[in-house]
């Protein structure tokens, strides 16, 4: 039901900035934890951060000090704030909405993803 459409990638030079965007519709955005993972080529996907319905945060050890998650449940949209760009950093970058409740995952949801290249 909900629709997650991710923004904002690009070509950023190394020590540069993106901020990325979830867009959400069609679903109660508010209901929903929010995550950043990231998949480099012929890496596995991992997680970057989490924020939770209460604005709680959890980061990487590889992006903390660097990325802030954050949401704006009025305008059903989560954003990742990424400074200090690394090229380690590069990846498809994707939204995920999930839920404590919801066990078997029936409305977890997941965006198409945001490419991010950091590179000189």
């Known amino acids: 039901q909900l629709q997650l459409v991710e923004s904002g990638g690009g070509l950023v030079q190394p020590g540069g900035s993106l901020m990325l965007s979830c867009a959400a519709s069609g679903g109660i955005f508010r209901i929903f934890d929010i995550s950043w993972y990231r998949q480099a080529p012929g890496k596995q996907r991992e997680l970057v951060a989490t924020?939770?319905?209460?604005?709680?945060?959890n980061y990487a050890d590889s992006v903390k000090g660097r990325f802030t998650i954050s949401r704006d449940d009025a305008e059903n949209t989560a954003y990742l704030q990424m400074n200090s760009l690394k090229p380690e950093d590069t990846a498809v970058y994707y939204c995920h909405s999930h839920n404590k409740w919801d066990r078997d995952g029936q409305w977890s949801r997941w965006g198409r993803g945001t490419q991010v290249t950091v590179s000189s």
């Open positions: 924020i939770t319905t209460g604005g709680g945060t």
